[in-house]
């Protein structure tokens, strides 16, 4: 653990001087994060037991992953998921600015990894870097997810934000409420005979990223051949990884809505909606109140509607 924590500040020193103030930005706000968690832990000592069913789903989804690995998958009826196996290693070897995480959790009951780092490298090595299954396809889940550290695939460590996010806002009680009388609008139906054009996008809050050697990122490959329809309208269905956080940040902590998703979308020519699945909810899901009050109407007002 501290030596993570030296790596890192050793490699503070070839960061901009605005990279070092992002940094010390989400130290902040996570510290402050910690000491929720730890006055909630002070005052409710029966944490670890109310969640004692989220730790033996990852230890069981842990079982299921290490098997899938070894080639030995395990029937479909045994209990976990195996998307979440790798959440126990993660949340064990987290980066080295949020190597505080790991401590309050191991308060809150975290149960040990039984993965170590040399198998964890070797099913690495048994993949091609662009998330694709090498070999005889054994590191293919059954339903079909693949197994890599390729970014947003199952074994990218930016999944450890989602697992935090969700176990911090179950501990500390700090969720947004959800509304039950949603509101209705009359959409404008253009002029011409055609009819209204809808662009439909889920999963689409990733942000910028490279994939392979394609020189443009994903999201900007749909979101061009969404605005090459026309379209009157542009609804994002949801998702915006890692867990949803709201704000504006350019690290996870601090916001990923802004940075993944606003900045980079395009409205319809009569305005855009947008609404929530279940990765904005891992994050309180204060997400659902910005995506509702403040990410739509920003959108909207774009379209000039």
Same mark, same amino acid.
């Given at each position: 653990?501290?030596?993570r924590?030296? /790596?890192?500040?050793?490699?503070?020193?070839?960061?901009?001087?605005?990279?070092?103030?992002?940094?010390? /930005?989400?130290?902040?706000?996570?510290? !402050?994060?910690?000491? &929720?968690?730890?006055?909630?832990?002070?005052?409710?000592?029966?944490?670890?037991?109310?969640? !004692?069913?989220?730790? &033996?789903?990852?230890?069981?989804?842990?079982?299921?992953?290490?098997a899938?690995c070894?080639?030995?998958?395990l029937?479909?009826?045994?209990?976990g998921?195996?998307?979440?196996?790798?959440?126990?290693?993660?949340?064990?070897?987290?980066?080295?600015?949020?190597?505080?995480?790991?401590?309050?959790?191991?308060?809150?009951?975290?149960?040990?990894?039984?993965?170590?780092k040399a198998?964890?490298?070797?099913?690495?090595?048994?993949?091609?870097?662009?998330?694709?299954?090498?070999?005889?396809?054994?590191?293919?889940?059954?339903?079909?997810?693949?197994?890599?550290?390729?970014?947003?695939?199952?074994?990218d460590?930016?999944?450890?934000?989602?697992?935090?996010?969700?176990?911090?806002?179950?501990?500390?009680g700090?969720?947004?409420?959800?509304g039950?009388?949603?509101?209705?609008?009359?959409?404008?139906?253009? !002029?011409?005979?055609?009819?209204?054009t809808?662009?439909?996008?889920?999963?689409?809050?990733?942000?910028?990223?490279?994939?392979?050697?394609?020189?443009?990122?994903?999201s900007?490959?749909?979101?061009?051949?969404?605005?090459?329809?026309?379209? /009157?309208?542009?609804i994002?269905?949801?998702?915006?990884?890692? !867990?949803?956080?709201?704000?504006?940040?350019?690290?996870?902590?601090?916001g990923?809505?802004?940075?993944?998703?606003?900045?980079?979308?395009?409205?319809?020519?009569?305005?855009?909606?947008?609404?929530?699945?279940?990765?904005?909810?891992?994050?309180?899901?204060?997400?659902?109140?910005?995506?509702?009050?403040?990410?739509?109407?920003?959108?909207?007002?774009?379209?000039?509607?």
């Amino acid at each position: 653990m501290w030596q993570r924590l030296v /790596d890192w500040f050793n490699n503070l020193f070839s960061h901009t001087s605005s990279e070092i103030r992002e940094e010390a /930005d989400e130290l902040k706000a996570l510290l !402050a994060k910690i000491d &929720r968690l730890k006055s909630a832990v002070a005052g409710a000592p029966d944490l670890k037991g109310r969640l !004692a069913d989220e730790w &033996r789903l990852l230890e069981n989804s842990e079982k299921q992953l290490i098997a899938l690995c070894e080639g030995d998958p395990l029937p479909e009826s045994a209990p976990g998921e195996v998307e979440y196996g790798p959440l126990l290693y993660l949340l064990h070897h987290l980066p080295p600015q949020w190597i505080a995480i790991e401590g309050v959790l191991l308060l809150l009951g975290m149960p040990d990894t039984q993965i170590t780092k040399a198998p964890w490298e070797n099913w690495l090595d048994r993949l091609e870097g662009e998330g694709f299954a090498s070999g005889d396809g054994t590191l293919v889940a059954g339903n079909g997810e693949i197994e890599s550290l390729h970014t947003y695939v199952q074994l990218d460590p930016g999944w450890a934000l989602a697992a935090f996010e969700y176990l911090y806002h179950k501990v500390t009680g700090q969720k947004s409420p959800c509304g039950t009388t949603p509101s209705h609008r009359v959409l404008p139906v253009p !002029a011409a005979d055609n009819g209204v054009t809808l662009a439909l996008l889920g999963d689409w809050g990733t942000g910028l990223w490279r994939d392979g050697p394609n020189p443009q990122c994903p999201s900007t490959l749909v979101m061009q051949a969404a605005v090459g329809l026309n379209p /009157d309208f542009t609804i994002h269905l949801g998702d915006v990884y890692y !867990a949803g956080t709201p704000g504006m940040g350019s690290s996870h902590l601090l916001g990923e809505e802004t940075p993944k998703f606003v900045d980079l979308w395009k409205s319809g020519a009569q305005g855009s909606y947008a609404l929530n699945s279940n990765h904005e909810m891992w994050g309180g899901p204060h997400s659902l109140d910005s995506l509702g009050a403040k990410i739509c109407k920003r959108l909207v007002a774009v379209g000039g509607s």
